[in-house]
């Protein structure tokens, strides 16, 4: 697949068939992982990979107890229009049913001494490339983070040890929607040239 294809169809896909995913695909996204990257190539990072029913449960558990306790009480406020209510609903979606995905990657990064890397800025290159790989190969991932509620408690089910710790959890398996260009503003919108204000068209004339 073409990087820009790749790069331009790869959104979060929260709704994913529980069919098994091969090792093989697995070893493709990791090996793309660990080619992003590091800050003096330091890689501090690891990852992880749960396909245990038993194991993906509790977490499914410590997961929709973040998301009711983080969204649940918003839902009036995020559906009030049709892609906040498709949005929220993706994502409930993946909250009431995480544990039915076939495999979950745990991005892991040290948190002290040399690389440490507390803000993500090492980990979430890796992320990417291994989100677009699964795109390329036809699964699909979204980007987690509210399993860190229950840090201690996924630290202590994983056996993680100390001066680590979990930077996101990817859901990845075979999707049940398609993949395509998700909405985004107008790269013309977010885009600053020289200085704060300073904006330019594509056809090169200078705005403010």
Same mark, same amino acid.
């Given at each position: 697949m073409d990087v820009f294809e790749a790069i331009n169809t790869t959104r979060a896909m929260r709704r994913l068939k529980p069919d098994p995913v091969d090792d093989e695909l697995i070893w493709k996204v990791l090996e793309a992982a660990i080619r992003a990257p590091s800050g003096g190539n330091l890689q501090p990072w690891s990852f992880m990979v749960i396909r245990d029913a038993e194991t993906k449960r509790k977490i499914g558990e410590w997961y929709l107890?973040?998301?009711?306790?983080?969204?649940?009480?918003?839902? =009036?406020?995020?559906?009030? =229009?049709a892609q906040g209510t498709r949005m929220y609903?993706?994502? =409930?979606h993946l909250a009431q049913h995480l544990a039915e995905v076939p495999v979950f990657i745990?991005?892991?990064?040290?948190?002290?001494?040399?690389?440490?890397?507390?803000?993500?800025?090492?980990?979430?290159?890796?992320?990417q490339n291994l989100m677009l790989a699964a795109r390329g190969l036809g699964l699909g991932t979204t980007l987690t983070t509210l399993h860190r509620a229950?840090?201690? =408690?996924?630290?202590?089910l994983l056996g993680v040890p100390e001066g680590w710790e979990t930077a996101c959890l990817i859901p990845m398996g075979w999707p049940k929607g398609k993949f395509g260009m998700g909405a985004r503003r107008p790269v013309?919108?977010?885009?600053?040239?020289?200085?704060?204000?300073?904006?330019?068209s594509r056809d090169g004339k200078a705005g403010s």
């Amino acid at each position: 697949m073409d990087v820009f294809e790749a790069i331009n169809t790869t959104r979060a896909m929260r709704r994913l068939k529980p069919d098994p995913v091969d090792d093989e695909l697995i070893w493709k996204v990791l090996e793309a992982a660990i080619r992003a990257p590091s800050g003096g190539n330091l890689q501090p990072w690891s990852f992880m990979v749960i396909r245990d029913a038993e194991t993906k449960r509790k977490i499914g558990e410590w997961y929709l107890e973040a998301w009711n306790a983080t969204y649940g009480r918003i839902k =009036d406020t995020v559906t009030a =229009d049709a892609q906040g209510t498709r949005m929220y609903s993706s994502a =409930d979606h993946l909250a009431q049913h995480l544990a039915e995905v076939p495999v979950f990657i745990i991005g892991v990064v040290r948190t002290g001494g040399a690389g440490t890397s507390s803000s993500g800025s090492y980990i979430f290159p890796a992320i990417q490339n291994l989100m677009l790989a699964a795109r390329g190969l036809g699964l699909g991932t979204t980007l987690t983070t509210l399993h860190r509620a229950h840090e201690a =408690d996924v630290k202590e089910l994983l056996g993680v040890p100390e001066g680590w710790e979990t930077a996101c959890l990817i859901p990845m398996g075979w999707p049940k929607g398609k993949f395509g260009m998700g909405a985004r503003r107008p790269v013309e919108e977010v885009t600053h040239w020289e200085k704060w204000g300073e904006t330019k068209s594509r056809d090169g004339k200078a705005g403010s």
